[in-house]
Structure formats: C-alpha cells, structure tokens
C-alpha cells in the first residue's frame, strides 16, 4: 500500500480498521468561557467520503500535506505487553507512568530509523492524554482556555517561510480512533487569496487567522479519524488544524514528536510500502 499523495487510506495493515476521512461544510465561531476569544470549531455537519473523493478535493496539484503509516509489528511487542491504558486518566498520571515513559522512547527510535534522522534534528513533544467527547484539544498555556483552530508556530517563521518548518508525526497508542481536523491549503496559499480580498497589510498569525475567517469560513475542513497503531504526519506549522476526542471511545494518548522534512524525504515517503507481513 502507497503512502503520500496516493495514499490509500485503508491502513488495512493495523488491524485496527481503516482511516476514516469526513468532510464538513465549513468552521463556525464558538462562544464559550472554556474558549478564548474569536476561537473557530469545525461545524459538526460532517458527511463520510471515499478516500477518490478526497484526492478529487485537494486544492494543492503535486504538494502532499498529510501521510498515514501503520507501526511495524516488531515494533509493537512492546505496546501490546504494556497495560497502562487501563489506568491512565489524566495527563498526570500518563507523564508519571514508567511504561509510558519507555514507549515514548521506543518511538523516538522507531522515528529516528524510519525517517534517517539523526538525535539531535527530533524535537520530542512527549505524550498527550486528553478525555474522550472534546470538540477541540489545543489550549493556550497560559490562560487554559481551548483555541480552535489553529497554525502551529514552534519556530514563528513568516507566511512564506512556513514550509520550511518542521512536520508533526503523532502516534495514536491509544485504544480508540482520534481525529484530527485539517484545511487543505497550507498557508502560504491562503495568504495568497487573502491578499486579492483584503485591502491592507496582513501581518501576523492572529492577523492572517481573523480574515481568514471571515472570507473563508465557508470552505470545508477536512476530519480524519484515526485508529490505534497508527501514525499521521502532517506539517501543522504550515496547515490550520486541531485534533480531536469527540469521537472516540476512550480515553486518547498520542505521543508526538517534530522532524524536519526535506522535498527529498518528503518524495522518499510517497515512495513507501507497507507490506502484508507487516500485519
């Protein structure tokens, strides 16, 4: 099975189901004292479509934005031995618990063979443990309220340096779907539209994300539901998204870590196979 651009999105490899892809008709603004100001959420009119329909959708012609893989079943004896899922509850208690603390670095090494890379070009993002039934995951720090919608900015690049940025890969290891919600067109692109409509200077994320919706709220976002033993890789600096626990059945754990990814890396991805003995 291709990985990339021509992705089949059945990971049938993982045992676990394919990936489920979900198109909607567009974000809306959320008025709630757990969200901070001017925040947008996907509208929850969400419709399934087949993995051609959304080859048909994309915006981008030869720029892949979002790859799925399946972790290797050697690689995943550990994973099946470790019973912390039935404990875990809150980001504490996953922070705190040694068999986490030993899958995190399992990955890290399965990260560092599986994109020829070396330790020091990894950024580890650790794991995360959220609750099932949230519409949105991504809070401000300081003030704990959620976001929404929203770009990535660990390296706080210009619009038209985005690209350049390091890619999110994020292990689902937990024993449910998670979702993660995506606009097809990367940031640059859309700066790009924005600045045949609006008549002045758009500088800055929070600057770029207001008129973007407003001129665009409209457009669809994209939600694909994960399943266990799965790995998305998705360059977040670069695509307004949020993951997701409103649909899943469990409590989610995800172990996420951000690499760089090179036009050479990215043509060697579409070029990989999961094979049947995988399984």
Not at 104 to 123: A, I
Not at 133 to 150: D, V
Not at 256 to 267: A, D, G, N, V, W
Request: proline share 3%; aromatic share 12%.
């Amino acid at each position: 099975m291709e990985i990339g651009g021509n992705v089949d999105l059945n990971v049938k490899d993982c045992n676990q189901g394919p990936v489920r892809i979900y198109r909607n008709s567009g974000c809306e603004s959320i008025e709630s004292a757990e969200y901070e100001e001017s925040s947008y959420v996907p509208k929850r009119d969400w419709k399934e479509i087949s993995t051609e329909e959304y080859r048909a959708s994309l915006e981008l012609k030869g720029e892949n934005i979002l790859y799925f893989f399946s972790l290797e079943k050697n690689e995943f004896e550990f994973y099946t031995q470790a019973k912390f899922h039935d404990k875990i509850k809150d980001q504490l208690m996953a922070n705190q618990d040694p068999e986490i603390g030993k899958l995190v670095d399992q990955l890290k090494r399965f990260t560092l063979r599986k994109f020829d890379l070396n330790e020091e070009e990894v950024q580890e993002l650790g794991v995360k443990c959220a609750q099932k039934g949230q519409q949105t995951l991504t809070r401000n720090k300081n003030s704990n309220k959620y976001i929404g919608l929203h770009f990535d900015s660990w390296e706080t690049r210009e619009v038209a340096q985005r690209k350049n940025s390091k890619w999110r890969v994020c292990y689902n290891i937990g024993t449910s779907y998670r979702s993660i919600y995506l606009v097809n067109s990367t940031a640059e692109k859309i700066h790009g539209e924005l600045l045949e409509r609006v008549d002045e200077e758009i500088t800055g994320v929070s600057n770029f994300m207001f008129h973007y919706f407003k001129h665009y709220a409209s457009n669809p976002i994209y939600r694909f539901d994960v399943p266990p033993k799965t790995a998305y890789l998705v360059p977040t600096d670069n695509l307004i998204h949020d993951g997701s626990t409103k649909y899943s059945e469990s409590v989610d754990l995800n172990v996420s870590f951000r690499i760089p990814m090179s036009t050479e890396k990215i043509k060697g991805i579409s070029a990989w196979q999961i094979s049947n003995s995988n399984r």
